[in-house]
C-alpha cells in the first residue's frame, strides 16, 4: 500500500490510498464511508491486499469525511488548512468522487471499476448519475444509507440537529458539538447541519420516500450491489432493500446484488467475505 495525493478542482489536496500500480489493467477505486478510512478499517485493506494478489489495482478515496480532522494542502491558497468530517462540507462530494476518477484515469488504466461503501455508495450513485465524462466501466455500490432513515434509527440525531441550529442562530457555526453526532462522529454545527441538509446524498429513498431517485435512474453502466444480511439500515430487509435501489437503474436487468450471512453494515468480522464478495463482482465485470 501507498499513500497517494489527489488534488480536486478546489484546490483542496486528499490523501488517499493505493494497492498495485498502472501495469495492471484494472483498478477498483473504493469510496469510503463517513469516518472510515485505511487507518482503522479493515474492511478496506483487506480488499486492496486480495485484489492485489489477484493482479487488480486498487484505490481507497478518502473523501474529506474519512477522518474527524486533519491537515490538508490547499493549493487555492497556498496554506495547510484543518479539516474533516468536523467541519465538512458535504455539498462537495460530487467533487472528490471526480477527482479519483480522473486520478485513476490519468494512471491510464484501462478498466474502472468505482466502489463505495456506506455513505461512500451514496457518493459514487450521485456520480454516475451526474457525471458525462463516462470514465467508468462498472460499479459496486456496498451498505448505500436511505439517509432520512438513517437519520431516524441513529441516536443523538435529533439533539444534534437542534443543538446545531440553536449554535448556528448565534453565530457559532464552527462550534463542535458536546458529543458525537450519531453516536460515532464528531461535527460542527456547520457539519450537522450540511450533512442533514445533503440532498446530494440522498439518493436512495426507498424506504423513507424522502428524496430523489434521478441519479440511480441515470446509471446505465452495469453494477454489483453487495448488503449484509443483518445490516440495521435497511429496515429489516437488507436483500428487498437492495432490490428496490436496482429497480431504479438502467441495467438493472443484467446487475448482480450478492447478500453475505451473518454480516453487518459494517461487516465487522467479514472482512475476507466482503473482500471476496468485492472480486467475484468483479471478475463479472470481466476484469
Known sequence: ???????????????????????????????????SNVFQNDLLTATGDLLERE?????????MDAFSCIGYSDFSTGKQVYTGVVFDDFSLSYEDVASYVRYAKSLGFKKIILAGHSLGSN???????????????????????????????????????????????????EEILPFLFGGFSPMSANAVLSFINADNLKNCPVISGKGELESLAHIAIQGSFIIGEKDSLTDNDP???????????????????????EASHIFYN??????????????????
Open 123 to 173: 457518493r459514487i450513485i450521485h456520480y454516475l448519475g451526474t457525471n458525462k465524462e463516462n470514465l467508468v466501466d462498472n460499479f459496486i455500490v456496498s451498505a448505500p444509507i436511505d439517509l432520512e432513515h438513517w437519520i431516524k434509527v441513529m441516536p443523538n440525531v435529533e439533539d444534534a440537529i437542534n443543538l446545531a441550529k440553536n449554535l448556528m442562530s448565534n453565530g457559532k457555526g
Open 270 to 287: 467479514k472482512h475476507k467475505e466482503y473482500a471476496e464478495a468485492v472480486l467475484e463482482c468483479v471478475r463479472r465485470f470481466g476484469a
Open 1 to 35: 500500500m501507498q499513500i497517494i495525493r489527489v488534488k480536486t478542482p478546489r484546490g483542496l489536496e486528499l490523501k488517499g490510498a493505493m494497492w498495485g500500480d498502472n501495469s495492471m489493467d484494472s483498478v477498483v477505486i473504493m469510496m469510503s464511508g463517513i469516518m
Open 239 to 261: 436483500k428487498g432493500f437492495m432490490d428496490r435501489i436496482n429497480a431504479h437503474t438502467k441495467s438493472k436487468d443484467s446487475n448482480t446484488i450478492l447478500v453475505i450471512p
Open 55 to 63: 493482479g487488480i489495482a486498487y484505490i481507497v478515496g478518502h473523501a
